[in-house]
């Protein structure tokens, strides 16, 4: 290298130069080599071996070709191109963080899970959340199912949670997966919808699947757009088994409820929150754990026994049904806190492992056909992913108790058994033994039947709990519920498989029927589709299914957007921060650059976005704050306009001073209802924030001109 003219080690032709805290010289070419401090780590291959030149690769002359002996090169791009794996082929997008769980009581009564033993007892876990259709890289506001899947290092081995923000399937036999996740991916001729069910496969199948029908209400509800991951419920779906050390069996279904309580956005929000920052869920759960504010799901089981499964007319063994809440009260058996994010993505979120059949001692599978096949396909599909069954080799995967066994060898073996035996019975006296009574024991259920391809008649009520989901909503939701289904549909270009929806709904409820039918032109109602079995319109509705009647605790961990300019009042802003600061909440100001304003008492203040990149679908309420000069500034700012317009018809509540009048009367926003609040001394900002408490003024919904037909 030396031997090039001007080359980038010769001292004499780099010329330093500072920028912040870096050092850089420049190298012969003009291009940039940071230079080392005295604590910086010599850069190496991956065989070890120290690097002098990192930019440059090694050519026969500076303009010559290269050289294949350049070792560092071809290791570094050889790596570079192996750098993806497979992505999940559901569930690609998501995101993790560690914790863990905190055991509330001993559950020794009904399970031997060591996990469950000893009140206050901590576990570690890791979680990752995710969307269900999208690509790695898709946008996190999809209208989607959230996954919420547990992984808890107990001492008795990894037990995994896989889970969903809903407590119901699709589909009762995991035989019929790969044509749901088929219908709902991309159309396969032409590679889109990404990350959409709103296409005709998906309604398709769905349409000729009545089973979904319970399902696909609560992905047409608020339920599939999330405000964050931190407001959502998580749930295990399935029934499994609770097994004590008497080896009794009691059927268990586990839920998470998260502390701050459960929000949603809208879909006009959610399609605008997609554009502005596809990382909106990811980012608030980094920020939430960043700034010390960790979140909390309470786990909760409900028990139950034979005898009580037998009273439904429905088999708790299908995962299209649940169990009301009101009918069998969840109890609190302990917590989950998220209190670290993964030091690297890849490493931990890319490549953690979650598989049903991870179950410890004392927990154990039901008959679920659903969960059945889960127990196979998951672990299947690790190979794929992680390229070998070594992947428990991942620190992420690998069991945080003593493991003792003598799998060996396959790719990428990190350990093997040590010792001559790897093999037992062995007459050495090496290796690990069974322990007939501390180890996995599955419960000694009687089974027996003729062989056959065979759903039960027990599964054959599918419009009951649909009607049920759809009456127990708020009629704010019921419309929500309606406008999505009026989206999805509308997207879908065969006049029949619309028309087969309305004729399921028909059994579903005959207003949303109806409704739906008109916003669709579809002028006469179809036939209502035949149902199996006769569908229950006596059950009583279940408020817990509903997320508006479940208001949160507070304002806490939300968001409020401050639209501010120079001259905006710093006596207020001052007051609005004390007071979502004592609420738990966060202030974040958009002002027209991201340079900073200054103040009406001449101080300067730092602002986090530029009204192009701060948009108020990104906040949960918002405080309309410029000066009078900086009003007329805005005033004719499309952005400005978009803010407060979109505010007002996501029924935000609105925190405004009398110099914004101006902004409200170009973007046609008349202030006028309860949702809005004028802040004229420091006091009316805790009213204000009072006023969030109850998240969104929906009455004002209600009251906007419906949207032209
Ligand atoms: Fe699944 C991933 C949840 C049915 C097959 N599933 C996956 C993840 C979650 C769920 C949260 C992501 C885990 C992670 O973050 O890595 N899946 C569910 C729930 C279901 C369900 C709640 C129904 C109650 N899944 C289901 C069936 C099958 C699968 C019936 C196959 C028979 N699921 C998979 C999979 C995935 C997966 C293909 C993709 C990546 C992975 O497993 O690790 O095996």
């Not at 940039?32 to 030149?53: E, F, K, N, R, Y």
């Not at 890791?126 to 899947?149: C, E, I, P, Q, Y």
């Not at 056909?369 to 620190?395: A, C, E, M, V, W």
């Not at 799998?407 to 062995?426: F, I, K, L, S, T």
Request: net charge negative.
């Amino acid at each position: 290298m030396s031997k090039l003219p001007k080359a980038s080690g010769a001292k004499e032709s780099l010329r330093a130069v500072t920028i912040e805290d870096q050092t850089l010289e420049r190298g012969s070419g003009g291009e940039l080599h940071q230079v080392a401090g005295p604590d910086t780590p010599v850069m190496t291959t991956a065989q070890g071996g120290p690097i002098s030149d990192d930019q440059n690769s090694l050519k026969v002359g500076a303009r010559g070709p290269a050289l294949i002996e350049d070792f560092h090169l071809r290791e570094k791009l050889f790596h570079f191109d192996h750098e993806r794996i497979p992505e999940r082929v559901v569930h690609a997008r998501g995101y993790g963080a560690h914790g863990f769980f905190e055991t509330y009581k001993s559950l020794a009564d009904v399970t031997c899970a060591d996990v469950f033993q000893r009140a206050g007892e901590k576990t570690p876990a890791f979680v990752r959340f995710s969307t269900v259709v999208g690509a790695r890289g898709s946008a996190d506001l999809a209208r989607d199912v959230r996954g919420f899947a547990v992984k808890i290092y107990t001492k008795q081995g990894n037990w995994d949670l896989v889970g969903n923000n809903i407590p119901v399937f699709f589909i009762q036999d995991a035989i019929k997966f790969p044509d749901l996740v088929h219908a709902v991916k991309e159309e396969p001729d032409r590679g889109f919808p990404q990350a959409a069910s709103a296409h005709d496969n998906f309604w398709d199948f769905i349409s000729l699947t009545p089973e979904s029908m319970h399902m696909i209400m609560w992905v047409m509800s608020d339920r599939a757009i999330p405000r964050s991951f931190r407001f959502m419920e998580g749930f295990g779906v399935h029934t499994f088994r609770f097994v004590n050390a008497e080896n009794q069996s009691t059927f268990v279904k586990f839920l998470w409820k998260p502390k701050l309580g459960m929000q949603s956005v809208l879909w006009n929000e959610a399609v605008k929150i997609n554009g502005a920052d596809p990382d909106f869920h990811r980012r608030d759960l980094w920020n939430a754990i960043q700034s010390g504010a960790f979140p909390e799901w309470e786990l909760c089981v409900q028990l139950f026994d034979q005898a009580f499964a037998d009273s439904f007319d429905f088999d708790v063994l299908d995962p299209t049904k649940l169990i009301p809440e009101e009918l069998l009260k969840p109890i609190p058996v302990g917590r989950l806190v998220l209190d670290r994010m993964p030091d690297n993505f890849f490493v931990e979120t890319e490549q953690v492992a979650f598989m049903t059949q991870n179950v410890p001692p004392g927990i154990d599978f039901s008959n679920d056909p659903l969960l059945q096949g889960r127990n196979f396909s998951y672990l299947d599909t690790q190979l794929k992913r992680l390229g070998g069954p070594n992947f428990t080799h991942i620190p992420i995967n690998a069991p945080k108790c003593p493991f003792h066994h003598f799998q060996q060898d396959g790719h990428m073996a990190m350990r093997n058994p040590v010792g001559r035996a790897n093999y037992q019975p062995n007459s050495w006296g090496l290796g690990p033994r069974e322990a007939p009574d501390a180890g996995y024991r599955s419960f000694s259920a009687d089974e027996q039947g003729p062989k056959a391809r065979l759903r039960p008649v027990s599964f054959a009520d599918h419009y009951s709990q649909a009607r049920q989901f759809y009456i127990s909503q708020t009629p704010v939701e019921q419309s929500h519920i309606c406008d999505a289904m009026a989206f999805e549909l509308g997207k879908v270009e065969a006049p029949a498989i619309r028309l087969r929806m309305i004729s399921h709904l028909l059994n579903v409820d005959v207003a949303l029927a109806a409704t739906l039918a008109d916003k669709l032109g579809i002028a006469t109602l179809p036939a209502v589709a035949e149902a199996a079995c006769a569908v229950r319109t006596d059950l009583e509705p279940s408020p817990a299914l509903s997320i508006l009647s479940n208001p949160p605790p507070g304002f806490g961990g939300r968001k409020v957007g401050a639209l501010v300019t120079n001259g905006s009042d710093a006596i207020l802003l001052k007051a609005l921060r004390a007071a979502l600061d004592a609420e738990g909440a966060t202030l974040e100001l958009v002002a027209p650059t991201v340079g900073g304003i200054v103040a009406s008492d001449g101080s300067s203040i730092e602002v986090h976005h530029a009204l192009v990149a701060g948009p108020s679908v990104l906040f949960d309420a918002v405080a309309i704050l410029p000066s009078a000069e900086g009003a007329a500034l805005l005033a004719p700012m499309p952005a400005a306009r978009d803010f407060l317009a979109d505010a007002f018809t996501h029924c935000k509540f609105i925190a405004h001073v009398k110099a914004a009048g101006m902004l409200f009367d170009k973007a046609g926003v008349p202030i006028g209802d309860d949702g809005f609040v004028a802040l004229r001394a420091k006091a009316d900002a805790g009213e204000f924030v009072a006023r969030c408490r109850a998240m969104r003024f929906w009455e004002r919904e209600a009251a906007l001109p419906p949207p032209p037909s």
